[in-house]
């Protein structure tokens, strides 16, 4: 098992919590959290370790300072003067950084605020759910910095907006927040000014409450079934349902709700 507090972290904080809650929190506010080479490193070892451990039950990724993610560190790009072979491999290590995040099997609820820009958005595109606040806003500015996504947007983010919204915020700088940013599926939740964390925070704890292996299936098994025919999606569908709808660990949960005593569901007062 892996404890995921000791992997080695600069510029990235990570705690666990009782439930097994991790806040895992971008830490470079002097550089509006934009993701380095050290940092997407830290990213492919920190997922891969909330993977592999079994304290994590869920994620509430979150940033230090006014800004969730700049994206891309631009200045370190610009002085490496990188050759189109050494960036495609930065590409590969942004893909198996997200790659973990998005298959860990973890559910992630990440609170946005302030800038989610190009990389910051493939970033916030590979948790489950995201909550904005009214200071968050959303785009992809490639095209006028003269460069291309390489962090998986063109499968995350055209997934979430669709390819044309996609290529019209790369092309002409468009940029999504509030309400619209909400409705085209930037989003999931929209709070008010400096609230996205607590509301992030509540999310994360009542998925935590969820039984690992529901959550595991949840978060894999709707993301690969998207990619299969649909003969074969029901067919995957079918086996994990068999697998988890009689687990052991569910039959309290069942329990409660043959006996009448589980919470129903139902719009809050």
Not at 86 to 107: I, L, T, Y
């Amino acid at each position: 098992m892996t404890d995921i507090t000791k992997i080695p972290l600069d510029n990235i904080k990570v705690s666990v919590a009782n439930n097994g809650l991790a806040t895992v929190t971008l830490a470079r506010s002097e550089a509006r959290n934009a993701l380095d080479e050290s940092m997407i490193d830290q990213l492919v070892r920190l997922f891969y370790g909330i993977g592999k451990t079994k304290d994590v039950t869920a994620v509430l990724m979150t940033a230090e300072g006014p800004t969730f993610c700049a994206g891309l560190d631009l200045k370190e790009h610009y002085y490496k003067d990188r050759s189109s072979i050494d960036f495609m491999q930065v590409c590969r290590g942004w893909h198996e950084a997200f790659n973990n995040m998005q298959f860990s099997g973890k559910p992630i609820v990440a609170a946005l605020r302030g800038a989610v820009v190009g990389g910051g958005l493939e970033l916030a595109s590979a948790a489950h759910i995201r909550v904005a606040d009214s200071t968050t806003y959303f785009a992809l500015p490639e095209g006028q910095r003269g460069i291309f996504t390489g962090g998986g947007a063109t499968v995350r983010v055209a997934d979430m907006v669709g390819k044309s919204r996609m290529i019209d915020m790369m092309l002409t700088g468009r940029i999504y927040q509030g309400q619209e940013a909400m409705d085209v599926g930037l989003c999931q939740y929209l709070v008010g000014e400096g609230e996205s964390e607590t509301k992030a925070f509540e999310l994360a704890n009542k998925v935590a409450e969820n039984l690992p292996l529901t959550n595991m299936a949840i978060t894999l098994g709707i993301e690969h079934s998207q990619n299969m025919s649909s003969n074969d999606a029901y067919f995957s569908e079918a086996f994990i349902a068999g697998i988890v709808n009689t687990q052991p660990d569910a039959r309290d949960r069942l329990a409660a709700f043959a006996n009448k005593t589980a919470k129903k569901t139902k719009p809050e007062d």
